[in-house]
């Protein structure tokens, strides 16, 4: 195994059906490859893009966060892997490891994202890739691997796009950090924002939350040489443990459609979609992104239709229901 083309390309498939030794060979040969491509990254400090999305955040939010957990946080590079629900989450990243004390480099789409969004991303270090975009795809996941290998603090949303589901806690979790921190040889840190909503109709986003809870999870260390579909279903059962056990501890447990209140999601998710100026949640193209295992169907919101019945659904920016949003 030495031509790296055909290392780069090879699928997931092929490498789950590779022996330990063979696994352990591809993953050297890969974390090689981004120590190369990676000697232009030079600096892993807390940079100053870092700090305006911190202050940022704090001007686009109306609440406070409190985070449990920080000593979970290596200070020598990690992988921070993190649910993801709303606009506010990679602000709220930046501004929390600010706070630990560790840089924040990301991974993060192109699409969708404002003018704003884009630039800060871009200065921040943070790697842009095109989902929809399979080579783009992959050629973000080596050069974010890269940074990791050189000690940055990385930050991923395993689940590709917004969870508006009104009570799974995750969508499904992809390979790719699992892959990047096999590269990387590198500890997954898995991080929960559990935004707690109020219990009532809003008119504005900035109203929608009381509070966030950051939980911090313990590191999670991928091994190269077995099954990383195995590990990263682990990934999920872990994190979705953390976010039901927030649940619990709130007192806002759900694992049933009755548990929800119909008027209350439809205009809480209105409000995450459309109430903000940085970023419209286009639910069409981000449902075609979502990681569905066979025989699953895709389902990510639940709407209201013209009959009063609430069923999975997209919820439309311009067809309002009387009185919700």
Known sequence: MNNIEEILKKSITDVEKM???????YFELLREYCLKIGEKYNSNNITLTQKIMSKMGKLLRN?????????????DGCLMMCNHSNTHDAFLAAEVLSEI????TFIAAIEGLSPIELSLFKSARATMIDRTDKVSASNGLYDF??????GDTGVIYGESTWNLHPYKPMQNIKIGGSKIAAIANVPIVPMIYEYVEVPNIVSKEKKLYSKCIIKIGQPIYIDPSISLIEQTKRIQIIMEDMRRKLWKELGTYRDKIEDINPDIYVNHTWLKKFGTPLFNFDSESENKLLYTKKDELVENEYCIDENGIFKPGIIKKKSKVKGIY
Request: no cysteine.
């Open 63 to 75: 609440f406070d966060y409190e985070i449990i957990g920080k000593e979970n946080v290596p200070k």
């Open 19 to 25: 022996n330990s030794k063979e696994k352990r060979e």
């Open 101 to 104: 004390g560790v840089p924040s």
């Open 145 to 150: 691997s890269s940074k990791l290998v050189y």
